[in-house]
């Protein structure tokens, strides 16, 4: 048909993975080079930001429902957390001033795909905010 192009409705039919036990969430940390899993970190939330990591064993991310945490580098236990006004986005950041260390996690609805599409049918307790874009930052303690 002239001029009709595109396409029909999407017909998506979400099938959760066989392991993740309900979870959307997964931070896998591996040896390199064995390629051995050494821990994995699971949660009810899609993580939505890089990791990053710090020389002194931390792992900071950021998920869509709207929290930071700090996992051990070492075992994946998870040492802090806290709640946002947004989803967390993006790429961590990490700089000192006068000795003291600092983490920066922004935060927002962002343009990328993927923070506004987790599918109401995966995760229908989890409710995300429409807007507000932040940059959260974070002094790590002297020890």
Do not use: C
Not at 41 to 47: C, E, L
């Amino acid at each position: 048909i002239l001029g009709g192009g595109g396409t029909g409705p999407v017909r998506r039919i979400n099938y959760p993975h066989h392991d993740a036990n309900e979870n959307l969430g997964e931070l896998l940390v591996m040896n390199i080079p064995e390629g051995d899993i050494k821990w994995r970190y699971r949660q009810r939330a899609p993580i939505n930001t890089a990791a990053l990591t710090t020389g002194g064993g931390l792992v900071f991310v950021g998920d869509w429902n709207r929290y930071y945490y700090a996992l051990d580098a070492e075992t994946g236990e998870k040492l802090w957390q806290t709640r946002i006004t947004t989803s967390a986005q993006g790429f961590p950041m990490s700089y000192e001033v006068d000795g003291t260390q600092y983490i920066a996690m922004p935060a927002g609805v962002g343009g990328a795909s993927w923070s506004s599409m987790l599918p109401r049918d995966l995760a229908p307790e989890l409710n995300r905010p429409l807007s507000g874009n932040s940059i959260h930052v974070f002094a790590l303690p002297k020890n």
